[in-house]
């Protein structure tokens, strides 16, 4: 069984002694020696004083990047218990100032880029400018502290500006991306109850125009609570918006230039609200503070992400994932974001490579996912001298195997920091990733983040090192939910993430496995809910998919534990494969002996089944547990909401599978 104490880990990459020097965790450290006496000789040391003092942390950050706020910070954390723990009691601030103020007008705040047309620059002047216009807009509709605006928009520059218009007023943003279905948005939006909509006519993804418009309408119609709908027309300009009532194009809307100032609100103050995958049920309303995030993201951005003067960070995301929020964050920062709309892979698997050539790109976040598509399709990012920009590759999402840390230092060089993260959109950040004074070791995350008191416990609470456990919090984290919107007690807000455990305090309790080694390297096994279990053994579904990844002919792999009544199980791996492969007889040998190998005897799977794609949501996660239960013969109605995957289509063979076996035809 593979894990972090038995398995040689080499190390691919070693910072410079000057890229050390010059980054900006070290000029934290060097800031916290000599202005609060906290020396610190190496990362480590500083990651334990940063979660066992966290409220001298949180105040040496809040001091560090010198947060513009009315009120008395000296009380840190009114109470430590989860949940209910205050942070910060005594303060009013606003997430857009941060982003907005002090700026250099003539600087790139945003590059927009899309699979339609050619980069575009936004300098801070114009951005300023755009959000002043949309922020009057807003006041003419009525908008005010608390009411919530709701966004049907892609990842391009309205939606930049409609969530610092939003937030500058201290009212609350929520956006669902418009490849997401009328009912899934419903779902979500009717939970908290929109003032205003704005939303595009339509979109262009992989070469394709999408007219959005009949789903507008149902969203118009189910949500009673709109006293406006703004219509961001670029798909068809000028064309009649007939069953939106009186809806106005953007360009009206933004039409008259009003003050661009800032509603200073309480530390905990709603900010936005995302949602849950919603694959499972309706999906959860997470609610952020205006404080919290502007803590965690000037830390992450600054310190973990490294985020420099010049730099130019893109992450591909849609704004139906935590990532959108996080890639915003980096405004927070002297940075510029990359905004890119569109496919990633049209007209082919290296077109993604391309727009980080053609933005200028020097930190460029992607997925596990996108990376194995980007080897199995023989892409040479780096051909004919490209990238000479880029310096760092993020990776979230999913776990990145071993052999893709090997492929991206095959293909990028030597000289690039590859930081692979894991969170989630709970806390709207990364527990665990990148660290750029630490060296890259192959397989592993960096170390545990700043201020995130991550350990890995047993089933029976002990915290447990090189082998895995389940990923809890021990003490709140600014960024934590204030609430779940509607949540009036608190019961959906701690059954989600305090009820695993019976210990006092409480401890959050996320859902993943995970392995920490003895030097402090990471490894995120997948979901804890997705655990297989055989004759004893125990491991997380990643641990599989490293091991059968290491064949060429697998390029994707899902797998399932099937519980029988008898208390014995059936393991089912299904596998996508390279171009021009097939299941044959001597790959499945192939696959059994690997995993035998890598994992255990147990391991091997009890059948194997060639797909096309692995179903996974928006935000690449792999449907394990919902494959499972419909295996099981769960309604597929009652087990996922097809409009919330990425490629509903992949789900089709389960589903025909499913169909056989509640038939008695299963093969």
């Given at each position: 069984?593979?894990?972090?104490?038995?398995?040689?880990?080499?190390?691919?990459?070693?910072?410079s002694?000057?890229?050390?020097?010059?980054?900006?965790?070290t000029?934290f450290q060097?800031?916290?020696?000599?202005?609060?006496?906290?020396?610190?000789?190496?990362?480590?040391?500083?990651?334990?004083?940063?979660v066992?003092?966290?409220?001298?942390?949180?105040?040496?950050?809040?001091?560090?990047?010198?947060?513009?706020?009315?009120?008395?910070p000296?009380?840190?954390l009114?109470?430590?218990?989860?949940?209910?723990?205050?942070?910060?009691?005594?303060?009013?601030?606003?997430?857009?100032?941060?982003?907005?103020?002090?700026?250099?007008?003539?600087?790139?705040?945003?590059?927009?880029?899309?699979?339609?047309?050619?980069?575009?620059?936004?300098t801070?002047?114009?951005?300023?400018?755009?959000?002043?216009?949309?922020?009057?807009?807003l006041?003419?509709?009525?908008?005010?502290?608390?009411?919530?605006?709701?966004?049907?928009?892609?990842?391009?520059?309205?939606?930049?500006?409609?969530?610092?218009?939003?937030?500058?007023?201290?009212?609350?943003?929520?956006?669902?991306?418009?490849?997401?279905g009328?009912?899934?948005?419903?779902?979500?939006?009717?939970?908290i109850g929109?003032?205003?909509?704005?939303?595009?006519?339509?979109?262009?993804?992989?070469?394709?125009?999408?007219?959005?418009?009949?789903p507008?309408?149902?969203l118009?119609?189910?949500l009673?609570?709109?006293?406006?709908?703004?219509?961001?027309?670029?798909?068809r300009?000028?064309r009649?918006?007939?069953?939106?009532?009186?809806?106005?194009t953007?360009?009206?809307?933004?039409?008259?230039r009003?003050?661009?100032?800032?509603e200073?609100?309480?530390f905990?103050?709603?900010?936005?609200?995302?949602?849950s995958?919603?694959?499972?049920?309706?999906?959860?309303?997470?609610?952020?503070?205006?404080?919290g995030?502007v803590?965690?993201?000037?830390?992450?951005?600054?310190?973990?992400?490294?985020?420099?003067?010049?730099?130019?960070?893109l992450w591909f995301?849609?704004?139906?994932?935590?990532?959108?929020?996080?890639?915003?964050?980096?405004?927070?920062?002297?940075?510029a974001?990359?905004?890119?709309?569109?496919?990633?892979?049209?007209?082919?698997?290296?077109?993604?490579?391309d727009?980080?050539?053609?933005?200028?790109?020097?930190?460029f976040?992607?997925?596990?996912?996108?990376?194995?598509?980007?080897?199995?399709?023989?892409?040479?990012?780096?051909?004919?001298g490209?990238?000479?920009r880029?310096?760092?590759?993020?990776?979230?999402?999913?776990?990145?195997?071993?052999?893709?840390f090997?492929?991206?230092?095959?293909?990028?060089?030597?000289?690039?920091?590859?930081?692979?993260?894991?969170?989630?959109?709970?806390v709207?950040?990364?527990f665990?990733?990148?660290?750029?004074?630490?060296?890259?070791?192959?397989?592993?995350?960096?170390?545990?983040?700043?201020g995130?008191?991550?350990?890995a416990?047993s089933?029976?609470?002990?915290?447990?090192?090189?082998?895995m456990?389940?990923?809890?919090?021990t003490?709140?984290?600014?960024?934590?939910?204030?609430?779940?919107?509607?949540?009036?007690d608190g019961?959906?807000?701690?059954?989600?993430?305090?009820?695993?455990y019976?210990?006092?305090?409480?401890?959050?309790?996320?859902?993943?496995?995970?392995?920490?080694?003895?030097?402090?390297?990471?490894?995120?096994h997948?979901?804890?809910d997705?655990?297989?279990?055989?004759?004893?053994?125990?491991?997380g579904?990643?641990?599989?998919?490293?091991?059968?990844?290491?064949?060429?002919?697998?390029?994707?792999?899902?797998?399932?534990?099937?519980?029988?009544r008898?208390?014995?199980?059936r393991l089912?791996?299904?596998?996508?494969?390279?171009?021009?492969?097939?299941?044959?007889?001597?790959l499945?040998?192939?696959?059994?002996?690997?995993l035998?190998?890598?994992?255990s005897?147990?391991?091997v799977?009890?059948?194997?089944?060639?797909i096309?794609?692995?179903?996974?949501?928006?935000?690449?996660?792999?449907?394990e547990v919902?494959?499972?239960?419909?295996?099981?013969?769960?309604?597929?109605?009652?087990?996922?909401?097809?409009?919330?995957?990425?490629?509903?289509?992949?789900?089709?063979?389960?589903?025909?599978?499913?169909?056989q076996?509640?038939?008695?035809?299963?093969?």
């Amino acid at each position: 069984m593979l894990n972090a104490a038995d398995e040689e880990r080499p190390v691919l990459w070693t910072p410079s002694e000057q890229r050390i020097a010059s980054s900006q965790l070290t000029r934290f450290q060097d800031w916290l020696a000599s202005e609060r006496g906290v020396g610190c000789a190496d990362y480590d040391t500083l990651w334990r004083w940063s979660v066992e003092n966290i409220e001298a942390f949180w105040k040496a950050i809040w001091d560090f990047f010198d947060v513009r706020a009315d009120g008395d910070p000296t009380i840190v954390l009114d109470g430590r218990t989860m949940p209910g723990a205050r942070w910060f009691p005594g303060v009013a601030l606003n997430y857009a100032e941060h982003i907005l103020t002090g700026r250099d007008p003539g600087q790139v705040a945003i590059v927009c880029a899309a699979e339609s047309r050619p980069p575009v620059d936004i300098t801070w002047a114009e951005l300023h400018d755009r959000v002043a216009r949309a922020r009057a807009g807003l006041v003419a509709a009525g908008v005010g502290r608390g009411d919530r605006v709701a966004a049907y928009l892609p990842n391009t520059i309205e939606a930049v500006v409609a969530l610092l218009a939003t937030t500058s007023l201290g009212a609350i943003w929520s956006v669902v991306a418009p490849e997401t279905g009328a009912a899934s948005a419903l779902d979500r939006f009717r939970q908290i109850g929109p003032r205003v909509l704005i939303t595009v006519d339509g979109y262009r993804y992989g070469g394709r125009e999408v007219d959005r418009l009949d789903p507008v309408r149902e969203l118009v119609r189910g949500l009673p609570t709109l006293d406006r709908v703004v219509v961001v027309d670029h798909l068809r300009p000028g064309r009649p918006l007939t069953g939106l009532g009186s809806a106005l194009t953007w360009d009206a809307f933004c039409r008259e230039r009003g003050p661009l100032s800032f509603e200073r609100v309480p530390f905990d103050h709603p900010l936005w609200i995302l949602y849950s995958s919603g694959t499972t049920g309706v999906p959860k309303p997470i609610v952020h503070g205006h404080g919290g995030i502007v803590l965690e993201h000037l830390k992450k951005l600054h310190l973990h992400v490294d985020a420099r003067p010049h730099d130019r960070i893109l992450w591909f995301t849609s704004t139906g994932w935590m990532m959108w929020n996080f890639l915003i964050g980096a405004l927070l920062t002297d940075a510029a974001i990359v905004l890119y709309d569109g496919s990633p892979r049209h007209p082919d698997t290296a077109a993604m490579w391309d727009v980080v050539e053609a933005t200028r790109t020097t930190c460029f976040g992607t997925s596990a996912g996108f990376l194995a598509a980007s080897r199995a399709d023989g892409v040479r990012p780096r051909a004919h001298g490209r990238l000479a920009r880029l310096r760092a590759v993020g990776s979230t999402g999913s776990p990145l195997t071993p052999e893709l840390f090997d492929w991206v230092y095959e293909e990028l060089g030597p000289d690039l920091w590859l930081f692979s993260s894991s969170g989630g959109t709970d806390v709207c950040t990364s527990f665990v990733g990148g660290v750029p004074t630490l060296p890259v070791v192959r397989g592993e995350l960096q170390r545990r983040s700043l201020g995130a008191p991550v350990a890995a416990w047993s089933e029976d609470g002990r915290p447990v090192v090189g082998e895995m456990g389940e990923l809890v919090l021990t003490s709140p984290m600014p960024s934590m939910p204030v609430k779940f919107w509607g949540d009036s007690d608190g019961t959906r807000y701690h059954d989600a993430y305090f009820g695993h455990y019976a210990v006092d305090p409480p401890v959050w309790r996320h859902g993943d496995w995970l392995e920490i080694g003895p030097h402090g390297g990471v490894i995120v096994h997948g979901r804890s809910d997705a655990t297989i279990n055989r004759g004893g053994i125990r491991m997380g579904t990643s641990e599989l998919y490293r091991s059968v990844l290491t064949l060429d002919a697998v390029v994707d792999a899902l797998a399932v534990d099937l519980p029988h009544r008898d208390g014995t199980s059936r393991l089912e791996l299904f596998v996508v494969l390279a171009r021009g492969r097939e299941l044959d007889e001597e790959l499945r040998r192939a696959i059994a002996a690997r995993l035998r190998a890598d994992c255990s005897p147990r391991h091997v799977p009890d059948t194997v089944h060639q797909i096309e794609a692995v179903p996974r949501t928006r935000t690449g996660k792999p449907l394990e547990v919902p494959v499972k239960r419909l295996l099981m013969g769960a309604e597929p109605d009652r087990v996922v909401d097809r409009t919330a995957l990425s490629d509903p289509r992949a789900l089709e063979p389960f589903l025909r599978l499913a169909e056989q076996r509640a038939g008695g035809n299963d093969r």
